[in-house]
């Protein structure tokens, strides 16, 4: 049985409500379109950009046992105050899972410590997303690839810090690879980025991409421990010599 998370979805929220084709796809928005897709036993959550303190506030991530964030087009509209927030929280070991264009938010460019630049194309062309490391756990339930009819292309070279772990490698009928499932530790946190999830096609509403997010929720999951304890320490052993 799964344990019991709290996981909130973060959404900019604006493409819903100025783009037709996207608000004819998600009417009720993607972060709903994700919530729907969770079978978590805990609470789920939705916070959108526009809410006082971008809905991230101190008691919401308190209570968060994973983030969901999904960012486009609105990423310097996130106050550098809340990214420092949820940086905090990942440290201490919550579980971060940024899909998509996501890619470029504060977020996930502060945690990784580089551009985290791409090549990128609106064609709708097909996306297979190979499991290239089909015993993760974020990888559980899945057969050998998802196929995807249309998607957005992105194209190395991915400008991101060597993956911990890679767990999927996507091909786009254009040519290009990506690497589209990587996984990350920074601090006590977890975090893993998934790159499907362009706003104008249906993609939160596949069973295998909700599959995923449902794995990686629980791969992102804290663990049951302290945070590590740092500065100056008194001995555990008598130290010889040293006056008490």
């Not at 819903?16 to 729907?36: F, L, Q, R």
């Not at 630049?117 to 015993?135: M, Q, T, Y």
């Not at 772990?165 to 690879?177: C, P, R, T």
Request: aromatic share 10%; with cysteine; hydrophobic share 35%.
């Amino acid at each position: 049985m799964n344990r019991s998370i709290n996981v909130t979805i973060w959404n900019e929220y604006r493409h819903e409500k100025t783009n037709e084709k996207v608000a004819s796809i998600y009417p009720e928005g993607m972060h709903k379109a994700i919530a729907d897709g969770l079978a978590v036993t805990g609470t789920v959550r939705t916070a959108t950009l526009d809410e006082p303190e971008h809905g991230l506030t101190d008691d919401v991530l308190a209570s968060t046992d994973v983030l969901v964030w999904w960012g486009h087009m609105a990423h310097d509209e996130v106050n550098d105050e809340i990214v420092e927030r949820v940086r905090q929280r990942v440290l201490r070991g919550m579980g971060l899972i940024v899909l998509h264009s996501g890619h470029f938010s504060k977020i996930f460019k502060k945690l990784m410590g580089t551009s985290c630049d791409l090549k990128w194309r609106e064609a709708d062309e097909k996306e297979r997303i190979w499991i290239v490391n089909p015993g993760h756990p974020i990888a559980d339930g899945l057969g050998e690839y998802i196929e995807l009819p249309h998607e957005e292309m992105y194209g190395e070279h991915f400008d991101i810090p060597q993956p911990d772990e890679l767990v999927m490698v996507s091909w786009f009928e254009g040519g290009e690879v990506f690497r589209s499932g990587c996984c990350y530790t920074r601090g006590m946190g977890r975090i893993f980025y998934f790159r499907p999830g362009h706003e104008t096609y249906p993609t939160y509403f596949n069973p295998e991409i909700r599959k995923v997010i449902n794995n990686a929720v629980q791969w992102t999951a804290p663990v049951d421990r302290e945070y590590p304890r740092y500065g100056h320490a008194q001995p555990l052993e008598t130290i010889k010599g040293i006056q008490a």
